[in-house]
């Protein structure tokens, strides 16, 4: 059964050098080549993590002659990004209740 596109989303961003070659890909469009030149890793393993976000729609790959360029697709980050707001929102409350609370008893603390 195939995971819902949220879960491919965050399996993908799980990994450490795969949020490395996002954060590299927002500069512009890179080459295989130059998306494994900052890791200690063979070519074939750098294509793995690439395969992962391009499941996740999170790169695009095309082909010009020789070259496999790859560029940011951040649409997906959209929709993560609108899932962690609804949380944001009960964490902000969170936070303006305790905001409340330390202040009342910073009141009481003066009487």
Same mark, same amino acid.
């Given at each position: 059964?195939?995971?819902? %596109?949220?879960?491919?989303? +965050?399996?993908? #961003?799980?990994?450490?050098?795969? =949020? ?6 927002? @500069?512009? !469009?890179? @080459? ?6 900052? +890791?200690?890793?063979?070519?074939? /393993?750098?294509?793995?993590? #690439?395969?992962?976000?391009? =499941? /996740? &729609? ?5 082909? &010009?002659?020789?070259?496999? %360029?790859?560029? #940011?697709?951040?649409?997906?980050? =959209? ?23 330390? /202040? !009342?008893?910073? @009141? &009481? !603390?003066? &009487?």
């Amino acid at each position: 059964m195939p995971a819902d %596109p949220l879960s491919t989303t +965050f399996h993908a #961003l799980s990994d450490p050098t795969r =949020r490395a070659i996002l954060a590299n890909l927002a @500069t512009g !469009e890179k @080459t295989v080549t130059d998306l494994a030149e900052p +890791f200690n890793m063979t070519m074939p /393993a750098v294509t793995k993590h #690439l395969k992962v976000l391009e =499941r /996740a &729609k999170l790169i695009e790959r095309s082909r &010009k002659a020789q070259y496999r %360029p790859c560029r #940011l697709h951040p649409e997906p980050l =959209r929709d993560v990004d609108a899932w962690i707001e609804q949380y944001r929102k009960v964490w902000e409350a969170s936070f303006d209740r305790l905001d409340d609370y330390l /202040a !009342e008893l910073q @009141t &009481k !603390e003066k &009487k």
